[in-house]
């Protein structure tokens, strides 16, 4: 019996990207199912990789019950970051290239180590360097941003930018810190760190095991975004978006036209 395409599916969502055009699912008609998802994403990433993109990190997807109500989904899931998706703090982006952008306030780590596998949270937490108030930019490349887990999954969980904002250490209650998305001054969405797994740092537990069943270990070094802690937004352009962490700070951008 003849596989999914995984080159040719991975060229198909790559294209869209490129092209800010949506297509039609398309792990139910390739017949993909989680673990051939994964592949293609794999090729996805090499296809970003060979035009001179560096990997960068990791991100994960799904993290939360309001992103799992938001898309229909209920899988927590795990993509990649390379350097080209990353926007300076208070930089600008242009959201013409992109099909239909949503910005959603996250929490970054900064790996300080290799961590491993099934750490308790205490000694585990000891791999993260530094944390970070954080934005990221979802994209999916599907019409009418509805898709199945196969296909958000190979569609490198719709990363498509990143911000970071200042690091400073680990801070006392990260488990439950307040989070503020703002859009033009006015607060859009309001939530905590505790709907990301109920603590950031078991995203980061969360992530290695995942990765690590495709034969990805995170790196020293390596950003990690842990999970939105409110759903997302749209991004229009003109717009200011500021992600505000209690604790940590702020990160922001402005969308251009």
């Known amino acids: 019996m003849i596989g999914p395409d995984i080159a ?68 927590v899931i795990w993509g990649r970051l390379t350097d080209a998706m990353r926007i300076p703090d208070g930089g600008t982006l242009d959201v013409g290239g992109f099909i239909h952008p949503r910005v959603e306030p996250e929490v970054a780590f900064l790996l300080d180590r290799l ?22 930019l979802i994209d999916s490349r599907y019409a009418n941003f509805t898709f199945s887990l196969p296909d958000v999954i190979a569609d490198n969980t719709s990363a498509a930018a ?46 290695l095991r995942l990765a690590g069943r495709h034969g990805v270990r995170l790196r020293e ?10 759903a997302a937004v749209p991004l229009r352009p003109g717009a200011h978006v500021r992600a505000v962490v209690e604790k940590l700070g702020t990160a922001s951008l402005r969308a251009s036209s």
């Open 8 to 75: 040719g599916i991975a060229e198909q969502l790559g294209v869209a990207a490129d092209t800010a055009t949506a297509i039609p699912q398309l792990a139910a008609e390739a017949g993909l199912d989680v673990d051939a998802a994964y592949a293609v994403q794999t090729a996805l990433l090499q296809r970003r990789l060979d035009r001179g993109e560096r990997l960068v990190g990791l991100k994960m997807g799904l993290t939360s019950k309001a992103k799992m109500a938001q898309v229909g989904v209920d899988e």
């Open 115 to 136: 961590p491993e596998p099934g750490e308790p949270i205490g000694v585990f937490a000891e791999a993260v360097r530094a944390v970070a108030p954080a934005l990221e």
């Open 162 to 207: 990143f911000v970071v904002g200042p690091w400073s250490p680990v801070p006392e209650g990260l488990d439950n810190l307040g989070v503020l998305l703002e859009i033009d001054g006015r607060v859009a969405q309001v939530g905590s760190t505790a709907a990301i797994f109920g603590d950031p740092r078991r995203a980061l537990d969360e992530g």
């Open 221 to 230: 070094g390596w950003v990690f975004l842990a999970g939105a802690a409110t």
